[in-house]
Each structure stands twice: as structure tokens, then as C-alpha cells.
Antibody
Framework: EVQLVESGGGLVQPGRSLRLSCTAS????????MSWFRQAPGKGLEWVGF??????????EYAASVKGRFTISRDDSKSIAYLQMNSLKTEDTAVYYC?????WGQGTLVTVSS | DVVMTQSPLSLPVTLGQPASISCRSS???????????LNWFQQRPGQSPRRLIY???NRDSGVPDRFSGSGSGTDFTLKISRVEAEDVGVYYC?????????FGQGTKVEIK
């Protein structure tokens, strides 16, 4: 069974950094692309970014709202995907989800506030 | 960016009756490989989203067959043949053909 567990969320001040982790199990992590999505409180879903598998170069794509501030990476030996978030803004406050195809984690809440 | 427009945004339905949600894209979602990357997601209250349909009409594993997706090009539909109480929630379409991936605004399904 595919399981995805996000961690690393919390309260952070504007301008600071935070790194989220997505720990995967139940499948061969290195064979799959991974995505990050987010949902601000009471709002709809927003795609954040995507990382291809190493077989496809391990390259990344990002939403314009986070490009240049957020970086997605992966450690296939640990079955973990990361979302490094720098220069955080109040509008980055959201529940962040990692996904693989149809599988979603439970999400981790990031609150950016002074 | 591709704009995804859903309608209606609110859908009160009677248990056992059908329901239909429309999703239109601002440009064709046919990719160069011939596939159309249009997905539908369900988000029940207090839960993580769940993908129901991928590539327009393919149901994910475990999704009841009362859910069906159809459409082509820029015009897509999610249908629930007979609404059950567990179908209450918000439904989103999402295109994965063009970067950045974009969602519709969401349609809230509730029981009358």
C-alpha cells in the first residue's frame, strides 16, 4: 500500500525558511515522479511543483508563485522528497501535500506569521 | 496559464439522484503524445484530496463506478449517477497537460 507522510510544518516568520519532508513507503520511490500541492485555509487546491524520477533527469517544475523561492529535491536512498521553502510570505500559509499519482499524504500545515 | 472554469460552484443534490459538474479549459488539453491530462479530485470535509479520475475518463482504483468522466479538447464533465451521502464534498478538475498545472475553483456538492 502506498503511503506518503509529510512532516516539517509549523509556524515560521515571514522571510524565514522551512523544509518539508515527504516520506514514502509501499512502492519503489525512485521509479516515480513526485508532486507537491498546497491549500490555503478555506481555499482551493494549488499545484506547487514537481520532480521527475532520475530516469527522466530528476528535473523540476514550479508554479510561478514559488519559483525562485522553493526547491524540490529527492533522496531515493531514503524514499524522501523534500520541499525547501525560502523567503516565506504570509500567503504561503497552507496545508502542504505531497502526492504520487493518485496517492496523497495527510498534509502538513505551514503558517507564516510574525 | 491555462484557466480552468468549473460550473456550478455549488450543487445541492437529492440522495439517489444524478449530479453533473462541468469543467472548461481556456485552451486544448490534448498533449503532444495524444493524451488529455484532465483529472478530477474529490475532497471530503476534513480530509485530504483524493483523485477520482485521470486522463478524462479513467477511474482510479477503489473509486465507485457511479463516478464517470467524459469530454475532450476543452470541455469536460464529471457525473455521479446516483449521489450517496459519502459523496458530499468539494470536487476539483485539474489539467496536467500544460505547465503550470492548474485547478478549477471547486464545486461544492451537498445534500438537499
Amino acid at each position: 500500500e502506498v503511503q506518503l507522510v509529510e512532516s516539517g510544518g509549523g509556524l515560521v516568520q515571514p522571510g524565514r525558511s522551512l523544509r518539508l519532508s515527504c516520506t514514502a513507503s509501499g512502492f519503489t520511490f525512485g521509479d516515480y515522479a513526485m508532486s507537491w500541492f498546497r491549500q490555503a485555509p478555506g481555499k482551493g487546491l494549488e499545484w506547487v511543483g514537481f520532480i521527475r524520477s532520475k530516469a527522466y533527469g530528476g528535473t523540476t517544475e514550479y508554479a510561478a508563485s514559488v519559483k525562485g523561492r522553493f526547491t524540490i529535491s529527492r533522496d531515493d536512498s531514503k524514499s524522501i522528497a523534500y520541499l525547501q521553502m525560502n523567503s516565506l510570505k504570509t500567503e504561503d500559509t497552507a496545508v502542504y501535500y505531497c502526492t504520487r499519482d493518485h496517492s496523497w499524504g495527510q498534509g502538513t500545515l505551514v503558517t507564516v506569521s510574525s | 496559464d491555462v484557466v480552468m472554469t468549473q460550473s456550478p460552484l455549488s450543487l445541492p443534490v437529492t440522495l439517489g439522484q444524478p449530479a453533473s459538474i462541468s469543467c472548461r479549459s481556456s485552451q486544448s488539453l490534448v498533449y503532444s503524445d495524444g493524451n488529455t491530462y484532465l483529472n478530477w479530485f474529490q475532497q471530503r470535509p476534513g480530509q485530504s484530496p483524493r483523485r477520482l479520475i485521470y486522463k478524462v475518463s479513467n477511474r482510479d482504483s477503489g473509486v465507485p463506478d457511479r463516478f464517470s468522466g467524459s469530454g475532450s479538447g476543452t470541455d469536460f464533465t464529471l457525473k455521479i449517477s446516483r449521489v450517496e451521502a459519502e459523496d458530499v464534498g468539494v470536487y476539483y478538475c485539474m489539467q496536467g497537460t500544460h505547465w503550470p498545472w492548474t485547478f478549477g475553483q471547486g464545486t461544492k456538492v451537498e445534500i438537499k
